[in-house]
């Protein structure tokens, strides 16, 4: 059952993310995108990261879509012409995908992941996650926080029409 | 050591170091001051010649001492300060310091009208005090740096008059002329440190001793690099065109310079390094030396100026002395140069004596009937010089020329044999040439007609060079110098010298004897009571040859400036291709071309800046992990 | 077929790689900064996946610390691009070419 979830999910994300680069239409990659997130969740709760499965439906797809969206909308975006994609830029993306893949794969087949397999003894639940959250990662958390201000504050500074 | 012996070994430090003091103190102070000059420069001068003769007297004229001042001591170099103290170097050092005084106390009549009177006398001395140091070095680098000292002092001297373009010149010529002598000399020093460790004469004489083969496959070489200095200084074949260009200082240098002391010091140098010469380079010296002689000779036949003649004949006789050298006789080369000093400083001095009396005028077609207008000059021009130079039986230029060609037919080189006493018969008749055409017959000019003697300061120098030119073979010279080079022989009263040398050597004695018969003979027939040339006409081509001195400056002069030529297009195209074109404008080029590509990176589009970071982190994981 | 790590690995980077091609090809600024977004859950899928199979939490948390820092460089960054809207009147990445020589 495992397995075919496995395959259903991750051959979903695949072809949505194919999708997002694929599309002409910023407003379509952005939706692409967000069927991508919610099918990755579904990867994440085959992993045993169920909150993390939450949170990334919450956050990225709640959140961070949402934005994107407004902005695309806000800049009143159309289509791309088809002409502006260039064989040459192909050429050379498929070059640096195909490098990176190569060496990543032929990592891959040099280690050893039968010790890997096995059935899991932990399980990301919220209990446990908040308790190495807060024991062991506090100050992360922390500075987390303060990011978080940092960033809003830049946000809203760069947003200004007149920075005076 | 005894005190007294001390003090008494210090006359001959005095004799080196007065002329450097009296020159030195005319440049500082006296430069103004014309008769004091000329009084300092003569007193020093005297006080030297008899410093060293006391000191010659004291040790019975054989001493045999070495005083030694260490200079540089760096592990094995070694140079030193020192006197050496033989009969060599105290015969040599009496002739410069005494033929040298003759020639100041005349010099200060001859040159009483010339404005820079001081500093000539203070070059005299600096002269002086450069040839004695020669003289009396007891090592090779001692002897180079007052050999390069001498040539400095004699560029100064032909160059005395030196707003004149030719003298200026002349002098240019004599130095550089020296200079590629000198370069050999280095090399043979150099040779000679490196195979025996030491510059020292004495040292190397033991060295040689010890181990003749010491300088290995080097001795021939060695030899002839340290001839070369020898051919630079004393002018032999094929570095002699400095020689009679130098005739362009006054008569008094010609006499001192180039007739006594320093063309002489290349002969004193083979001597004093005979030791280091073997058969071979012995034989090359011989040889250069009897073809200068005979270069030099027929050089002299046909030319028109008095002091070139003499300057030429100064050249033949140096071919004989560094002959005699070559035929392994150089205590008769040593006694050659000792009379020739005598009898040659006296005809320079007798030719300044009669171009005084001409106004300045040179050209012997100019002269003519002096012998009534400048009796004193003539006579010791005749009895002195001449008769000497040519070879007459019984006095002292006899003597030593004999005793150079019996050396020949004792080493049995009878082609020098034949060569030397040809060239003695030449020399007999361009001097009896000089001396028809100038002394005897008609005036043939109104300055020979008005032509008058000399003052007294000119002609008593001449009298006593007279009478050394005639007696000097008399004293025991030869024998000093045959004991030195350590060959026995008997001495005998000088009244039976003559006879003792033609009992020895008659064969050369006779052919001498007919050689100036002949030489003497042609030149009456030729120019008694002429009023021109006639040998022009008789030889005709060779007449010319001889009178362009063979061509050789002219050959000189083409050489050099092909090779000048040839070096400078190199030079250039080393300087506009390689260095310029191919150096600096290629480091320039290929900055400009790195440069450009490297701007084709900076595209500002982001997308190309992202595909060349993942390009980069692609390689460096490539590197990390591997494939 | 039981699916270990290394699939989860693949999956991971083929995402990565798509994402990659996305950015090298697209010439629209926010399609670019999506496609952004995409490699940075590739990782987190591959964070995810290691720490599921090394029986360990710290990739999760480390994968929270991402989404957090994902959330916030997006707010900053499509401000960015607003402003840079506002002044160049374009989304096209091709005439973004201030920094050439």
């Known amino acids: 059952m495992q397995d075919i979830l496995f395959i259903l999910f991750s051959v979903l994300t695949l072809v949505f993310a194919a999708l997002i680069v694929a599309n002409r239409n910023p407003v379509t990659s952005a939706l692409f995108l967000v069927a991508t997130i919610v099918s990755m969740s579904g990867l994440f709760v085959l992993l045993n990261a169920f909150f993390l499965a939450a949170v990334q439906i919450l956050v990225y797809a709640g959140a961070v879509m949402v934005l994107f969206l407004f902005v695309i909308m806000l800049l009143d975006l159309g289509t791309e012409e088809r002409k502006s994609i260039k064989a040459f830029s192909v050429g050379a993306g498929l070059i640096s995908a195909g490098g990176v893949l190569g060496v990543f794969w032929s990592a891959l087949q040099r280690s050893d992941m039968t010790a890997a397999l096995g059935q899991p003894s932990v399980v990301g639940s919220t209990k446990d996650l908040g308790l190495l959250l807060f024991n062991k990662y506090v100050l992360p958390f922390e500075v987390l926080s303060v990011l978080l201000l940092v960033a809003m504050v830049g946000a809203i500074l760069l947003s200004k029409k007149n920075l005076n | 050591m005894n005190p007294a012996e001390n003090i008494y070994y210090m006359l001959p430090l005095l004799t080196l170091l007065l002329p450097l003091v009296s020159a030195v103190a005319i440049m500082a102070f006296r430069l103004h001051d014309k008769e004091k000059a000329g009084r300092t420069s003569v007193s020093c001068s005297i006080v030297g010649f008899v410093s060293l003769f006391i000191f010659g007297l004291g040790t019975g004229f054989h001493p045999d001492k070495e005083l030694s001042f260490a200079w540089v001591d760096a592990g094995p170099l070694f140079i030193e300060f020192g006197l050496k103290l033989d009969f060599l170097s105290l015969m040599m050092g009496l002739v410069v310091t005494g033929v040298g005084m003759l020639i100041q106390i005349f010099s200060q009549g001859y040159m009483a009208e010339d404005k820079s009177y001081a500093r000539f006398f203070a070059l005299l001395s600096l002269f002086k005090f450069s040839m004695l140091g020669i003289v009396f070095a007891n090592n090779f680098v001692q002897m180079f740096i007052f050999w390069e000292l001498v040539g400095v002092s004699s560029y100064l001297l032909i160059g005395f008059w030196f707003a004149k373009d030719s003298a200026a010149d002349a002098s240019k010529k004599a130095f550089l002329t020296n200079r590629i002598g000198d370069f050999g000399f280095l090399l043979g020093i150099l040779i000679c440190w490196a195979s025996l460790g030491s510059v020292n004469f004495a040292v190397l004489e033991n060295g040689i001793a010890v181990n003749p083969i010491a300088l290995g496959g080097f001795t021939t070489a060695a030899g002839l690099l340290i001839f070369c200095g020898a051919m630079g200084k004393s002018a032999q074949f094929p570095l002699h065109v400095w020689l009679p260009d130098a005739m362009e200082g006054p008569t008094p240098v010609s006499a001192l310079i180039h007739a006594a002391t320093m063309v002489a010091a290349g002969v004193y140098m083979l001597c004093r390094v005979f030791f280091l010469f073997n058969d071979a380079a012995l034989m090359a010296i011989g040889y250069i030396g009897g073809i200068t002689a005979l270069l030099a000779a027929l050089m002299a036949v046909q030319q028109d100026d008095i002091k070139r003649i003499l300057a030429y004949s100064t050249l033949s006789q140096l071919g004989y002395m560094v002959m005699g050298v070559g035929v392994a006789a150089p205590g008769a080369a040593m006694f050659h140069l000792t009379t020739h000093a005598f009898f040659k400083a006296l005809l320079f001095l007798g030719a300044a004596s009669v171009i005084l009396g001409m106004h300045h005028e040179q050209d012997i077609w100019k002269m003519g009937g002096l012998k009534k207008k400048m009796p004193v000059t003539t006579k010791a021009f005749f009895y002195g010089g001449l008769l000497p130079l040519v070879g007459m039986p019984f006095f002292s230029g006899w003597f030593s020329k004999d005793a150079i060609l019996a050396g020949a037919l004792h080493h049995h080189s009878l082609f020098l044999y034949i060569l030397g006493t040809g060239v003695a018969a030449l020399t007999a008749f361009y001097m009896f040439r000089l001396y028809y055409v100038v002394f005897e017959g008609e005036a043939k000019s109104d300055a020979a007609s008005h032509a008058h003697e000399s003052p007294s300061v000119m002609t008593r120098p001449l009298e006593v060079l007279m009478v050394l030119g005639v007696f000097g073979a008399y004293l025991p010279i030869d024998y000093g110098f045959e004991h030195f080079f350590g060959n026995h022989v008997h001495e005998s009263f000088f009244l039976q010298k003559p006879f003792d040398v033609i009992g020895h050597n008659m064969m050369a004695v006779g052919f001498g004897g007919l050689a100036l018969f002949v030489g003497w003979l042609t030149a009456k027939m030729a120019y008694s009571d002429v009023s021109e040339d006639r040998l022009p006409r008789m030889l005709g081509p060779l007449s010319r040859v001889m009178k362009n001195r063979f061509y050789f400056d002219e050959a000189y002069q083409w050489l050099i400036a092909h090779t000048q030529d040839a070096a400078a297009k190199l030079m250039d195209f080393i300087d506009r291709w390689i260095l310029a074109g191919f150096i600096i404008r290629g480091l320039h080029g290929t900055t400009e071309i790195v440069g450009r590509a490297l701007r084709l990176l900076q595209t500002g589009s982001i997308q190309t800046y992202a595909f060349l970071l993942v390009l980069g982190l692609a390689a460096t994981l490539f590197f990390v992990v591997g494939i | ?101």
Do not use: P, W
């Open chain 3, 1 to 101: 077929m039981s699916f270990g790590l290394e699939h989860y690995l693949m999956v991971s980077m083929l995402l990565f790689s798509i994402g990659l091609v996305g950015v090298i090809v697209r010439r629209n600024l926010l399609v670019i900064y999506m496609c952004l977004e995409l490699m940075l859950n590739a990782a987190n899928l591959a964070f995810v996946s290691i720490s599921r199979f090394t029986n360990s939490l710290d990739g999760q948390i480390m994968v929270f610390f991402i989404i957090t820092v994902a959330a916030a460089e997006v707010a900053v960054g499509l401000a960015l691009i607003v402003a840079l809207f506002r002044r160049k009147q374009t989304a096209n990445v091709q005439d973004l070419n201030s920094l050439k020589l």
